[in-house]
């Protein structure tokens, strides 16, 4: 079984986020104006929703209560997302940077994986992804027996595998999949569950709003007269079906990518990324089987030692092709 060892490298220089990020918040505001929105419009106009909160029946109460309590559980997702710690690289002291290597139980040690090359600066600091992986060291040219570590070209702390720095947060990001602007976040290792669960309830949610702004839309005699008469309506149901196709997307795509173990990144940059590239484009060296993929996204809260994950697989495909 793989041991890790922790190696003191040097002084952190990881970059803070400023306390307010008005961009960010900007975004999140948007959100909220734009949900709520949509929600009056609805409320407003007769339709299934405003019927629904005259509470004249029990069934209209119920239907009162289902679609507010969606709604309270897409806001509550949604910030829980776009405010929690996505997973930033964060040291056991922040003077200090840590590397790992590996040992086995038969073996002492296999070596100082990070090469010399990996104590340096870099000499720019260009915000291209590309010119960030050519400063960053990268796993041997074929699997062997170590893993190599890698330092960051933005921030100087040294990544552990699966994780990426981000531009927009200004930090390295643990099994980073992507930022998204509509949270105002980096998701993560640590926020990648709750983002799921977001597009999962705001999906249901915006094609159940979808029916319901569709029911305020009354037939006036004639199509100028009717969209005259239901503009706003006409124009929400325009916003949602765009939402609509936008996280039954990402709700879809994500699934996927969760069954096979898989990273957005991951999946669009397999060859340019160091510790994948040099494996087939079909194969996925963090994949456990669906059933496991699915449990340890949803229910496994603690960060996971990926490198320890690849070691193992770098170890049994040796082990496979010496047999």
């Not at 069934?59 to 507010?68: K, P």
């Not at 100087?156 to 531009?167: D, L, N, V, Y």
């Not at 609509?244 to 069954?259: A, P």
């Not at 898989?262 to 089987?289: A, C, M, Q």
Request: one cysteine or more; glycine letters at 4%.
């Amino acid at each position: 079984m793989a041991k890790v060892k922790y190696k003191i490298l040097g002084k952190e220089k990881n970059g803070r986020c400023s306390a307010i990020n008005w961009p960010f918040t900007f975004m999140r505001l948007i959100h909220v104006t734009l949900t709520l929105a949509i929600v009056a419009v609805i409320t407003i106009k007769e339709s299934e929703l405003s019927k629904a909160l005259r509470l004249e029946t029990t069934s209209s109460t119920t239907y009162a209560v289902f679609y507010l309590g969606l709604l309270t559980v897409s806001f509550v997702l949604y910030f829980i997302t776009s405010l929690m710690d996505p997973g930033y690289v964060q040291d056991e002291d922040e003077s200090r940077n840590l590397m790992y290597s590996f040992n086995t139980d038969e073996e002492n040690s296999i070596g100082d994986n990070l090469t010399n090359e990996s104590h340096q600066d870099p000499i720019s600091h260009r915000n291209s992804e590309s010119e960030e992986n050519n400063r960053q060291q990268a796993i041997p040219n074929k699997p062997s027996n170590s893993v190599t570590a890698r330092r960051c070209g933005f921030c100087h702390t040294i990544q552990p595998i699966r994780s990426k720095h981000c531009a927009d947060c200004k930090k390295c990001i643990r099994r980073w999949d992507h930022h998204c602007p509509w949270v105002a976040n980096c998701i993560g290792e640590r926020n990648h569950r709750f983002f799921w669960a977001f597009l999962l309830i705001e999906s249901a949610l915006v094609i159940w709003t979808i029916r319901i702004t569709w029911t305020s839309v009354t037939w006036k005699g004639n199509i100028s007269t009717t969209l005259g008469s239901h503009v706003v309506s006409i124009f929400a149901l325009i916003v949602l079906i765009f939402f609509m196709i936008i996280s039954v997307s990402l709700l879809s795509c994500h699934t996927v990518l969760i069954f096979s173990g898989k990273t957005t990144w991951e999946f669009v940059s397999h060859s340019r990324i160091t510790y994948l590239k040099h494996f087939d484009d079909d194969y996925n060296p963090f994949d456990e089987g669906v059933l496991n993929n699915m449990f340890n996204f949803l229910c496994r809260y603690k960060v996971r030692d990926w490198g320890a994950v690849l070691y193992k697989r770098i170890q049994k495909s040796n082990i496979n092709a010496e047999i």
